[in-house]
């Protein structure tokens, strides 16, 4: 939702001053907490500051919507930016001040982007289906060569993977060796991204259990880093 | 079509596949944290001390890890110009 406000140009906004007392996240919260002008003013220049994040995300992520030309580039940033505005306004009595408030803001303005961006990229698309899966492990592990442990154990996870629950496997699939962004596997499940990542959790949790019974030793196979 | 056309270390894709296996925070939790955490970080102030849970988060959910390395870019920006 864009209204006239929303894109008020900065040079039409009031010049508040902090109090002597006051830090420049308190003052942002004064002001649109306000009424009137000052809360106007505030207002049109926190959706300038969310449309800057949104329009940061996506240059960032312009590889990944190849198809969208530069006018569809600034509808999804101007619709994030809306988005986020709805979403910081009706939030801020959670903000705690832990952060600066530009900070806190930015986050949801980057969030709506994102998602934005990756449900774009993967629209029209089928989400891979679980043999393509399974060749990505067995190229993984024939690159193991003759390291007969790690074929073995690449083996048994093949296996695990395919005792989980459907619900568990189908989500561990997609989002950790398909690729799929866990915001467009959510939308297309119906669900949300933090249910999703529970199940990704429990299932996680239940294939190293299930390897360390088999007696493999998980945390000498893995890299620093993720 | 996977992104993995070119061939996995072992190791990495254990990695993606286990997870941290180590408590880590929700996704919800880590949005909640993200601003806090990403200002520790760029201060070099402890942040996964001051912030459990978050970084294996970070190593397990890609999601939040993009959107994790956009704020910290997007804040490290905006602090070298001020």
């Keep these: 939702m864009a209204t006239a406000t929303m894109t008020m140009p900065a040079e039409n906004q009031l010049e508040t001053t902090a109090r002597p007392d006051e830090d420049s996240s308190q003052l942002w919260l004064r002001r649109l907490k306000a009424t009137g002008h000052e809360r106007d003013a505030a207002v049109a220049e926190l959706h300038a500051l969310l449309l800057k994040a949104a329009r940061f995300e996506i240059g960032r992520r312009h590889d990944q919507v190849p198809h969208l030309r530069g006018g569809d580039h600034r509808d999804l940033a101007q619709q994030s930016a809306d988005d986020a505005l709805l979403a910081v306004l009706g939030k801020l009595d959670d903000f705690r001040g832990e952060s600066r408030f530009t900070t806190w803001a930015y986050k949801f303005a980057l969030l709506e982007a994102s998602v934005k961006v990756r449900r774009q990229s993967w629209q029209g698309r089928e989400i891979p289906l679980a043999e393509e899966a399974w060749a990505t492990i067995a190229d993984t592990a024939s690159s193991a060569g003759r390291n007969a442990e790690e074929a073995e154990l690449l083996g048994a996870l093949r296996e695990e993977i395919e005792a989980l629950s459907d619900r568990q496997r189908e989500v561990l699939v997609a989002v950790t060796l398909n690729d799929v962004p866990i915001d467009v596997l959510a939308e297309r499940l119906r669900t949300t991204r933090g249910a999703l990542y529970k199940t990704l959790h429990d299932a996680r949790r239940k294939l190293r259990a299930a390897l360390a019974a088999r007696g493999f030793q998980l945390d000498a196979h893995r890299k620093g880093e993720p | ?82």
């Design chain 2, 1 to 82: 079509m996977s992104h993995h056309s070119e061939k996995q270390a072992p190791g990495e894709l254990l990695a993606r596949v286990l997870g941290p296996g180590a408590p880590e925070l929700s996704c919800e939790q880590c949005f909640a944290q993200l601003d806090r955490y990403v200002e520790l970080a760029l201060a070099g102030d402890r942040a996964d001390e001051q912030v459990p849970g978050m970084r294996a988060h970070l190593d397990g959910c890609p999601a939040c890890a993009e959107d994790f390395r956009s704020l910290r870019d997007l804040v490290a920006v905006d602090g070298s110009r001020r």
